[in-house]
């Protein structure tokens, strides 16, 4: 009798985009869904990669708290970076203690403050945006205290969503509904998303991409000089979404909730091609240096 032949798992295929945006990841901190981010950066196959702020968060930094969820993703990114994927780090609040290196280049990966894409759709100025932040420029201080407490928030937010899917009720983001009922945070994202607007517009761009403000958002906002299309690629604490660009399609925006793919279980999504990124962190780094040319 003849054997039936046994056919090997296919790893599912990654989507190509031609660049993709995350920010606000703040990686050290408990409300980061780096388990979830590492899902959906292995789904895809971006030429450019850019993380817009915040991605490691230096204010809340200890430690205490890095699980190895964390590191995974570091590891993800710089094995992503010898391969040839081009990383472009732009600073944010959280980690503007990387702003003393701006303008460092090691192989694929470029740490920034900014940066401009030429595109088929039009030019787009991606920047992380605190810099619109009237607390992060009068009260440092304010802002870090609120940071704090956000991150309190995020933890009572967990337990209620644990609690909740015990029961079976859907989950839901307590920080979200409290910034989404206070009409004075209301209005600061409007003023957030308009002055964006007006300043791409002034500088001669059709599209300008933010964080900072964990809104996921597109829309064409009107200036003096023309409409400005406006992007916010929102946040891996919340909303858990990222923005993406294909020549085909344009600008669009990601929701890991809303991905299919995203709910099979685990087991069912082998990806043997980012075995480096779970190497050691020796062996890491000895590839990275030959892959950088510093070695």
């Known amino acids: 009798m003849k054997a039936t ?3 090997a798992a296919r790893r599912p295929r990654r989507r190509r985009v031609q660049v993709a945006v995350i920010s606000d990841v703040h990686l050290g901190t408990y409300g980061c869904h780096a388990p979830e981010l590492l899902r959906y950066l292995k ?7 850019v993380l817009n702020g915040d991605i490691v968060d230096i204010w809340q930094f200890s430690k205490n708290y890095w699980p190895p969820s964390h590191m995974r993703v570091v590891r993800h990114l710089a094995a992503r970076a010898a391969k040839g994927t081009k990383i472009h780090y732009l600073t944010g609040n959280h ?3 990387l702003r003393k290196f701006a303008g460092l280049k090691l192989g694929n990966f470029h740490l920034d403050n900014k940066l401009v894409l030429d595109l088929p759709h039009g030019r787009t100025w991606l920047f992380h945006g605190d810099v619109f932040d009237v607390t992060m420029r009068h009260a440092r201080w304010l802002a870090k205290l609120g940071g704090q407490g956000y991150d309190l928030l995020i933890l009572l937010n967990r337990f209620a969503n644990f ?3 015990k029961v079976g009720r859907p989950r839901v983001a307590l920080s979200k509904l409290v910034k989404e009922r206070v009409k004075t945070a209301v209005a600061a994202i409007t003023n957030f998303e308009q002055t964006a607007a007006d300043i791409a517009a002034d500088e001669g761009y059709q599209y300008v991409a933010c964080g900072h403000i964990h809104q996921p958002e597109i829309k064409t906002l009107p200036t003096e000089k023309g409409p400005v299309t406006y992007l916010n690629s929102g946040d ?3 909303n858990l979404t990222a923005l993406e660009y294909t020549a085909e399609a344009g600008w669009q925006l990601y929701h890991y909730h809303q991905d299919a793919a995203m709910r099979e279980p685990l087991e069912a999504l082998p990806d043997p091609t980012d075995q480096a990124a779970d190497a050691d962190v020796a062996t890491l780094l000895q590839g990275l240096l030959t892959e950088f040319k510093l070695k």
Do not use: G, N, Q, Y
């Open 95 to 97: 980690d503007e203690l």
């Open 43 to 49: 789904s895809i196959r971006p030429e450019v990669l």
């Open 236 to 238: 891996w604490v919340e």
């Open 5 to 7: 032949p046994v056919l």
């Open 163 to 165: 609690l909740l899917a």
